[in-house]
T-cell receptor, first 116, second 108 residues
Framework: DTGVSQDPRHKITKRGQNVTFRCDPISEHNRLYWYRQTLGQGPEFLTYFQNEAQLEKSRLLSDRFSAERPKGSFSTLEIQRTEQGDSAMYLC??????????????FGPGTRLTVL | SQQGEEDPQALSIQEGENATMNCSYKTSINNLQWYRQNSGRGLVHLILIRSNEREKHSGRLRVTLDTSKKSSSLLITASRAADTASYFCATDDPRVYFGTGTSLTVIP
C-alpha cells in the first residue's frame, strides 16, 4: 500500500498562469476529497468525488477551479488564471464509504502552490 | 467555512503531563474525528467517534462527545515530545469540515 500520492509537491507559478495538480488515492478507496490549507488554519473543504461523480463543491471553489476524476481513480485539480490568494497547500484525501458509517480519511503529502 | 473550533489555540505542557483540547461545532453531525498534523507526517487520523457514542479510547487518547452541547474533547495522557503537533477536529455532516486547530507543544 503506497498511500495517497500527490504531484507535484511544490509548484511556483506566476499570476495569471494555469496550474494542474494530480492526486492518486489508495486504490480501493471510492471517495476522494480536495482541501486547501493556509498557514495557521485547518484544511478547508473544496470538493469530493464518489467514484467518478463529483458530489459536492464548496463555495470556495470559484469558476477558476475545476476538478475531475474521470475513471474513478486519480483526480486532477486545475486552477486557471491563478491569483496570489490561491497560494496555499492543496491536500487530497481518500476514504471508503459504505452506508452511513463514518470513515477515516487518508491524506496525501499535499501540493504547495506559490503564486508570484 | 469551517464548522469546528478548537480551544485552546495553543497549548504548551511538560512531557508526562496530560493535554486536553476541546472542539465546538455548529450543526448536527454523523461522526466527529480528530486528526494530528505535523511537518514530518502530514495529516494523520487519530480517532473517530459516532454521534451515538459518548466516549472512546485509543491507546493514550480519550475522546468524549456531547451532542447536546455540540462539543468534543481530546485528552492525551502521559504526553511525549513526539505528540508535538497541531490537532484538528473534523465533523462529518456528511461534508467533512475541519476546525482551526490546537497547536500542542510538549517540552521534554
Amino acid at each position: 500500500d503506497t498511500g495517497v500520492s500527490q504531484d507535484p509537491r511544490h509548484k511556483i507559478t506566476k499570476r495569471g498562469q494555469n496550474v494542474t495538480f494530480r492526486c492518486d488515492p489508495i486504490s480501493e478507496h471510492n471517495r476522494l476529497y480536495w482541501y486547501r490549507q493556509t498557514l495557521g488554519q485547518g484544511p478547508e473543504f473544496l470538493t469530493y468525488f464518489q467514484n467518478e461523480a463529483q458530489l459536492e463543491k464548496s463555495r470556495l471553489l470559484s469558476d477558476r477551479f475545476s476538478a475531475e476524476r474521470p475513471k474513478g481513480s486519480f483526480s486532477t485539480l486545475e486552477i486557471q488564471r491563478t491569483e496570489q490568494g490561491d497560494s496555499a497547500m492543496y491536500l487530497c484525501a481518500s476514504s471508503t464509504r459504505w452506508g452511513l458509517a463514518g470513515e477515516e480519511q487518508f491524506f496525501g503529502p499535499g501540493t504547495r502552490l506559490t503564486v508570484l | 467555512s469551517q464548522q469546528g473550533e478548537e480551544d485552546p489555540q495553543a497549548l504548551s505542557i511538560q512531557e508526562g503531563e496530560n493535554a486536553t483540547m476541546n472542539c465546538s461545532y455548529k450543526t448536527s453531525i454523523n461522526n466527529l474525528q480528530w486528526y494530528r498534523q505535523n511537518s514530518g507526517r502530514g495529516l494523520v487520523h487519530l480517532i473517530l467517534i459516532r454521534s451515538n457514542e459518548r466516549e472512546k479510547h485509543s491507546g493514550r487518547l480519550r475522546v468524549t462527545l456531547d451532542t447536546s452541547k455540540k462539543s468534543s474533547s481530546l485528552l492525551i495522557t502521559a504526553s511525549r515530545a513526539a505528540d508535538t503537533a497541531s490537532y484538528f477536529c473534523a465533523t462529518d455532516d456528511p461534508r467533512v469540515y475541519f476546525g482551526t486547530g490546537t497547536s500542542l507543544t510538549v517540552i521534554p
